[in-house]
């Protein structure tokens, strides 16, 4: 099992929630505990237990009127990880281990606060062995995280991802998209198409050695790990910014996709888990 940070995600949903449970966040519809909302007339809700006796006072018409607070209800909390072959990479840090912390992460503060937690591992098709429907039962929700850092990763594509967004139908979820994104541009279109419905979060695995950590001069030996097999490589200033150039490129291309879905800015999680960072985009996003 995954233990839990000792930072919980703070995460607010964009959108009003429905239902009857009580929870932790601000919904749609009108309840007997929460935050005050208005007064309406006792015809809109009758009940004598809300009934708020300054406001009846006043009412020149001589109308009852009761107190409407705004009820509080638990949404579910999807994590969606890429476990194609490039989330194998390890450079100064582990994305699969990365990809359990994050989840671990996620499914400690859900549960913590009534919310439930659900993940599905994909790569060319769902992975059963790496799923879990929504739950608010802490120790399943971490004990499949736990099982992220030391999942196979061998498929050329997360086609599955379509498919696990085919499965989350109904009513909105908060979805992180967890990933290197490392895809072809039509296939992280369709994925973030296939999951408009939801608030989504993608949350890009970094890994600064795959930057900085390229020389000026010098040889180096790049392995595809989707592949397309071992190339030997004579680095140099130009090849270096022409490189730096297009991981730029296809983060602001990810950018553009996730906003013409509605998605939500990028995340980038680089090297480590940072709950505090991702907090903060959060809340601020």
């Known amino acids: ?3 839990p940070p000792s930072a919980d995600i ?17 919904g749609r519809d009108a309840g007997g505990l929460g935050t005050f909302r208005d007064q309406v007339p006792f015809l809109s809700l009758p009940d004598a237990r809300r009934i708020d006796l300054r406001a009846t006072l006043r009412d020149p018409f001589e109308g009852v009127h009761v107190r409407r607070f705004e009820a509080r209800v638990p949404v579910e909390i ?4 890429d476990l194609s072959a490039s989330m ?4 100064a840090g582990d994305r699969m281990a990365l990809a359990g912390e994050l989840c671990a992460g996620l499914a400690a503060s859900a549960t913590r ?3 439930g937690f659900g993940l599905i591992g994909c790569d060319a098709a769902i992975r059963a062995d790496l799923t879990l429907m929504a739950t608010r039962h802490r120790s399943a929700a971490l004990a499949m995280a736990g099982k992220l850092s030391g999942a ?3 498929a050329g594509s997360p086609g599955g991802l379509l498919e696990a967004a085919r499965l989350l139908f109904g009513r909105p979820r908060l979805v992180f998209l967890i990933s290197d994104f490392r895809w072809p541009p039509d296939l992280t279109r369709r994925v973030f198409e296939s999951l408009a419905l939801h608030d989504v ?6 890994d600064s050695a795959e930057d900085e950590g390229l020389p000026e001069w010098g040889l180096a030996e790049l392995d595809d790990l989707e592949g397309a097999g071992r190339r030997l490589v004579f680095l140099r200033p130009s090849l270096r910014r022409r490189w730096i150039a297009r991981e730029r490129e296809r983060r602001e291309a990810l950018t553009a996709a996730a906003a013409a879905a509605g998605a939500r800015r990028p995340f980038a999680m680089v ?10 985009h959060l809340l601020a996003n």
Do not use: N, T
């Not at 703070?10 to 009003?16: A, E, G, H, Q, S």
């Open 1 to 3: 099992m995954s233990e």
């Open 10 to 26: 703070l995460y607010l949903p964009r959108w009003r929630p429905r239902g009857s449970r009580p929870g932790a966040h601000r």
């Open 78 to 81: 999807w994590a969606l990880v």
């Open 88 to 91: 194998r990479y390890r450079g």
């Open 113 to 115: 606060i009534g919310d």
């Open 152 to 154: 196979r990763c061998a």
């Open 201 to 206: 979060v993608p949350v890009i695995l970094a």
């Open 271 to 280: 090297d480590r888990f940072d709950a505090q960072a991702l907090s903060r």
